[in-house]
């Protein structure tokens, strides 16, 4: 058998994350090839659907990344971000879904070391989880419920 | 109750108000909400432990409103769902009489929403026993257990959206549910429809609860959905050391931050 290469959803900020990740390829430093990388605004806009989606969709793993408090190019993004973060994760623990298959970073525009070193990290303890067939099982309902009421 | 009663009578005699919204006893011994609008239909009001109904509810929607100035019988949760969606813009002082009631079944009457601030927090709500030991139950089993426990909940769930309906703080005119472009959540009752529903719907109300236990109470198919909120409720008082509907400040506690939050997950 292939060995399990996981499948990792990158939400990350346009002024920061996004601009790190950049500098890790003008650097030419190498790293793991499982993200997908999504940019947005501001981590404020992160919405927990969107992660929701990304484990009915197959990720095995979810990486959540913005500039460092008090960097936020509008501000507060962040900070209102951390809270989400905070009460979400608990959700999840209480409603028995694995949550550190989410790993969250603050990564600067300087950071491009710490990016690579981030995605390098999570990849690594994605496999070790292995792929998060839980989730995808149950997701599997919406396409055998399409299928019944097409 | 008679003071209730006699109270309601002469709000509506002096046409302070035009209606009292209150409970009433409804078929098969259940009590069911009340809309009293004569005088001489106030006897019919009462007050017992068995109102579960969250008044709250009727009091900013369109079609109540239309009536006219409103008074609503308040036991303790519905006074906290009154200060939540007070500091969420949703009521005006001086649209509504607030005719509290105690778990004593005595009646407070309050001259402005700072008492009943003060009041709700000189007496805390406790929670039923039953959902206390439902709690430990679920803190006390593993993650995979909790996660089983859930879905099999979850897999009774028919989306009737009772849960929703009877609950004051899910006071969106459209629901995030019912968007579909971008549609964010399945329609169908199917067990990922299901779960983010729930799940949505527990974030949706993180921080807002009043602890009322309503949604669960509504639940035809008897999941204990109110226990999320509850959960909830008790972590987010651990990390940030508040609970909803105890403060007239507008800080919810999603639309606020400091920024020595302290988390500890944040690479």
């Avoid at chain 1, 650097?27 to 806009?45: D, E, Q």
């Avoid at chain 1, 913005?66 to 509008?74: A, F, M, T």
């Avoid at chain 2, 709700?120 to 206390?132: A, F, L, Y």
Wanted: charged share 25%; glycine share 6%; proline share 3%.
């Amino acid at each position: 058998m292939d060995q399990f290469e996981p499948k990792i959803v990158a939400f990350v900020c346009n002024w920061c994350t996004y601009a790190g990740a950049d500098l890790t390829g003008t650097s030419r430093l190498k790293y793991a090839h499982n993200v997908r990388i999504i940019r947005f605004p501001c981590t404020g806009r992160i919405d927990f659907l969107l992660l929701q989606q990304a484990f009915a969709k197959g990720a095995d793993g979810i990486i959540v990344s913005g500039c460092h408090p008090n960097d936020c190019h509008y501000t507060s993004g962040n900070f209102h971000a951390r809270r989400r973060w905070m009460v979400f994760r608990q959700m999840l623990e209480n409603m028995g879904v694995e949550a550190e298959r989410i790993v969250f970073s603050w990564v600067s525009a300087a950071e491009g070391a710490k990016w690579a070193d981030l995605v390098n990290e999570t990849v690594e303890s994605i496999k070790k989880l292995g792929p998060y067939h839980k989730y995808q099982d149950m997701a599997k309902s919406l396409e055998e419920w399409e299928v019944t009421h097409e | 109750m008679n003071k209730l009663k006699e109270k309601a009578k002469e709000l509506l005699s002096s046409r302070a108000v035009q209606v009292v919204v209150g409970y009433e006893e409804g078929t098969g011994g259940k009590i069911r909400p009340a809309f009293v609008s004569r005088p001489e239909d106030a006897d019919k009001l009462l007050y017992n432990a068995d109102c579960h109904h969250n008044l709250a509810l009727y009091l900013y929607k369109h079609e109540t409103k239309r009536i006219g100035k409103m008074a609503v019988v308040a036991p303790p949760f519905v006074l906290r769902s009154i200060l939540i969606l007070t500091t969420e813009f949703q009521l005006e002082e001086d649209s509504l009489v607030v005719l509290g009631v105690t778990p004593e079944e005595e009646l407070i009457e309050f001259a402005n929403f700072k008492e009943i601030e003060t009041w709700v927090n000189q007496h805390p709500i406790g929670m039923k026993e039953k959902d206390r030991e439902m709690l430990n139950r679920l803190n006390a089993m593993s993650r995979d257990e909790r996660w089983q426990f859930w879905q099999n909940e979850f897999s009774k769930c028919i989306k009737c959206f009772a849960c929703r309906g009877t609950c004051p703080m899910c006071s969106c005119f459209r629901c995030t549910v019912d968007y579909n472009a971008p549609q964010w959540i399945s329609v169908g009752s199917h067990q990922l429809g299901n779960f983010d529903w729930h799940l949505m719907r527990a974030m949706h109300l993180a921080g807002r609860c009043s602890v009322c236990g309503q949604c669960g109470e509504a639940c035809p198919m008897d999941i204990p959905v109110h226990l999320l909120s509850f959960q909830i409720n008790e972590d987010i008082f651990k990390m940030f050391g508040s609970r909803a509907g105890l403060t007239l400040k507008k800080e919810s506690l999603l639309s606020t931050w400091k920024s020595n939050d302290v988390e500890n997950f944040i690479r």
